[in-house]
């Protein structure tokens, strides 16, 4: 297994720290709204590396938040706090509206096919572990007070540049946010703020300091070492969470621990739309809800994000989701032919079945080349392999790909709905004596491949 790791800036050799359990970290959602599609295409990456590492018989240990602590919505711990916005947006509090959009965020996954991540933990019901990890920092002279706040003193952690070369454009970018004064260097980042004097916020807990709320970079680290110990595997999120999110992870990390925090770092480039990047704040954005009202399918969001590899940015357009959709269909349809065909003996040849799926392990073992993986689809669909061997190399890739194919079955019961709602329809207009309005439904629906016999009990569809 090769890996891009953006920490080196290179592709490397993976080795797991414990040879068959690789543990994975992803930066999950912060409740306060909708995730939109972008968001997915970043926790798609997260699915497809451990269904990718699960196909190649890595155990896996995952774990991805759930943010429903509002940590402030600029990277330099200034602005508006997320959860607030949401409530205020909403008329509630920040607590309903983080658990409004966790159940929304948590049906989503499932609509997408994502597998099951071992945890999904909530920050909220994680403060104890931030605030002892602040502590370690504190105890170990990393730590200073604010008025507002415990900062982390990245001058004190030396490696804070080296780390960061992570991304050095974006380290000079996100320094141009305004400068709190009181900071000492303009790296420095909060690892608890406290409430404003007299206001009562939804969401403040007890410390150590005063009542408050942690800062946002703390929680990953603390529930990543919780789940998954002081070093890990593989961490991951989109290209914009590395200047500023990871590099504070790593440095309050690796301070508090003196170990290393994160073996590979990899890194989702953007969605984009009309060439920007698909982004709350610009407004240009879909919601999964949204693609679904123009009939498009979340597994067909999925199929497209397949067609470009991770690290390359990608434009989303409604042409390209439905053809998609037409691929995603096309692809059942095969499936299901093949399923009734699969007992007539095929041309049978055992090396070029091998040769495919060693093919098949190549592309997902070199960086998660799925775009490759998802071309070798469709040849051994054009390939002369007889049809078992055909459906069993498809229902094997798509545990990687996640398209549910196993499952085809389902989609016939929609063809059948799609033939009863005509039936429906037929019957209504016989109802009103309008005959041959009804018998060009009948051959709409002979056409489909269905025979309609009027019974006594009305009227029965039988496949012809
Ligand atoms: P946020 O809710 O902004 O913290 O984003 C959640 C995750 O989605 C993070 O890993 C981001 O890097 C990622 N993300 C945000 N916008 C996009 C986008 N347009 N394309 C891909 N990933 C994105
Ligand atoms: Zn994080």
Redo the contacts with the bound molecule.
């Keep these: 297994m090769k890996i891009y790791n953006s920490l080196t800036k290179e592709i490397e050799q993976f080795k797991p720290i414990n040879k068959r359990e690789v543990k994975i970290y ?5 409740v306060y709204d909708y ?2 599609v ?2 997915f ?3 798609l990456l997260s699915d497809i590396v451990i269904r990718t590492l699960k196909y190649l018989n890595f155990k896996v240990k995952s774990v991805m938040n759930i ?1 429903d602590v509002g940590h402030l919505t600029s990277d330099a711990d200034e602005g508006e706090d997320k959860l607030l916005k949401g409530a205020k947006r909403e008329g509630k509090t920040a607590w309903e509206i983080a658990k409004i959009y966790e159940d929304i965020f948590k049906k989503e996954i499932k609509k997408m096919n994502f597998l099951e991540v071992d945890y999904l933990p909530r920050v909220t019901d994680h403060i104890k572990e931030q605030i002892n990890l602040i502590k370690e920092l504190e105890r170990k002279s990393y730590t200073y007070k604010t008025s507002d706040g415990i900062y982390f003193d990245t001058s004190k952690f030396k490696n804070y540049q080296k780390l960061a070369q992570l991304d050095l454009k974006g380290l000079r970018e996100g320094a141009r946010v305004k400068v709190n004064p009181e900071k000492k260097n303009k790296h420095d980042f909060a690892l608890w703020k406290f409430s404003p004097k007299n206001i009562k916020r939804d969401m403040e807990w007890n410390s150590p300091w005063g009542k408050g709320f942690p800062g946002w970079h703390i929680e990953c680290s603390a529930m990543s070492m919780k789940y998954l110990g002081e070093t890990i595997d593989l961490h ?6 590395k200047p500023v999110h990871h590099t504070n992870e790593i440095a309050q990390s690796e301070a508090a621990t003196g170990k290393k925090f994160v073996n590979y770092w990899v890194h ?5 739309i009309e060439g920007k ?4 704040s610009k407004g240009n954005y879909y919601a999964l809800g949204q693609i679904e009202e123009k009939g498009i399918e979340p597994l067909a969001l999925r199929y497209l994000f397949l067609t470009t590899h991770y690290r390359q940015s990608m434009n989303l357009t409604l042409e390209a989701l439905k053809g998609c959709q037409t691929a995603l269909n096309k692809l059942r349809e095969k499936v299901i032919s093949l399923k009734k065909e699969k007992d007539i003996k095929g041309v049978g040849n055992i090396a070029k079945t091998k040769a495919l799926r060693k093919e098949f392990i190549k592309f997902i073992s070199n960086d998660f080349n799925l775009p490759e993986a998802l071309a070798l689809m469709w040849q051994v669909l054009r390939s002369n392999l007889g049809a078992s061997e055909k459906l069993n190399l498809v229902l094997d890739f798509d545990k990687v790909f996640g398209f549910n194919l196993s499952q085809v079955k389902a989609k016939k019961n929609l063809v059948k709905k799609e033939i009863q709602a005509l039936a429906l329809k037929r019957q209504a207009l016989r109802q009103k004596g309008e005959f041959s309005k009804a018998d060009r439904l009948r051959k709409e629906i002979e056409d489909k491949g269905y025979l309609i016999e009027d019974t006594s009990r009305g009227p029965a569809i039988k496949k012809k």
Aim: hydrophobic letters at 30%; a positive charge.
């Design positions: 992803t930066c999950g959602p912060t995730a939109h972008g968001n295409r970043t926790y943010t991951l999120g989109g290209v914009d969470l989702g480039e953007f969605l984009l990047k698909m982004s709350k």
